[in-house]
């Protein structure tokens, strides 16, 4: 099986969505005769030359962006919007999408989700499902107890994908998890994430005593 990635984030590389299609990719790759092309839209603009080949070549595209603050990147947009010319011209292209965003929960991605499948609706292709998941701020740097499960997961979806071609709706749910916060959940996530990736940040930079500053405030 034939899979084009296309990394939508605009850290390129060096991405969260990078981390995670990753582990994706190297579940997909132990099954079967599989190969991955990736392919990194922010080295692509203005013209997505390479991305709109892939369009109109590839077997199978996964189309991978994060979400900030519930809004899609720029480059994933102008992607979007370049497919125009191509609607219906690739029936038998099944398209596929991996959603992730900082917030903790993955109910964030469902509105972009059911975009994209009316989007693949309106291309004239195959919907093949999409990947949602929160949390994933700052992978590089969280403690090992919250990301390993969500690394093993994202690796059981790439090779059950590669053994099956159909992303497991099952698995799928289980990675969304959670899709909401109890309010009890909220306080005790908020401090663990200012310690470990706010606070962390601020002492590298020697500005942890500055941390409640109000400099807008008058006077």
């Not at 700052?138 to 499960?149: A, R």
Request: aromatic residues 10%; contains cysteine; hydrophobic residues 35%.
């Amino acid at each position: 099986m034939r899979l084009t990635v296309i990394n939508g984030s605009p850290r390129g590389q060096k991405s969260n969505t990078s981390i995670l299609l990753g582990h994706f990719q190297n579940g997909f790759l132990e099954t079967g005769e599989n190969s991955v092309e990736t392919i990194y839209l922010i080295k692509e603009r203005p013209g997505f030359e390479q991305s709109l080949r892939a369009f109109m070549e590839a077997e199978r595209i996964l189309l991978a962006f994060p979400l900030y603050v519930d809004a899609m990147p720029g480059s994933v947009k102008d992607y979007i919007e370049a497919l125009a010319p191509f609607r219906g011209k690739r029936p038998d292209l099944t398209l596929m999408y991996l959603v992730q965003n900082g917030f903790p929960e993955t109910y964030h991605n469902r509105p972009v989700a059911r975009y994209l499948e009316k989007l693949t609706r309106r291309l004239g292709c195959t919907y093949g499902g999409s990947i949602l998941k929160g949390g994933c701020e700052g992978l590089d740097v969280q403690p090992s107890f919250l990301v390993d499960k969500v690394f093993r997961l994202f690796h059981e979806v790439g090779k059950d994908f590669g053994a099956t071609g159909i992303l497991n709706e099952n698995l799928l749910a289980r990675l969304a998890r959670p899709e909401h916060l109890t309010p009890e959940q909220i306080g005790q996530v908020i401090p663990m994430v200012n310690s470990f990736l706010w606070d962390s940040l601020m002492e590298k930079n020697g500005v942890k005593d500055r941390s409640f500053d109000r400099p807008y405030l008058k006077s």
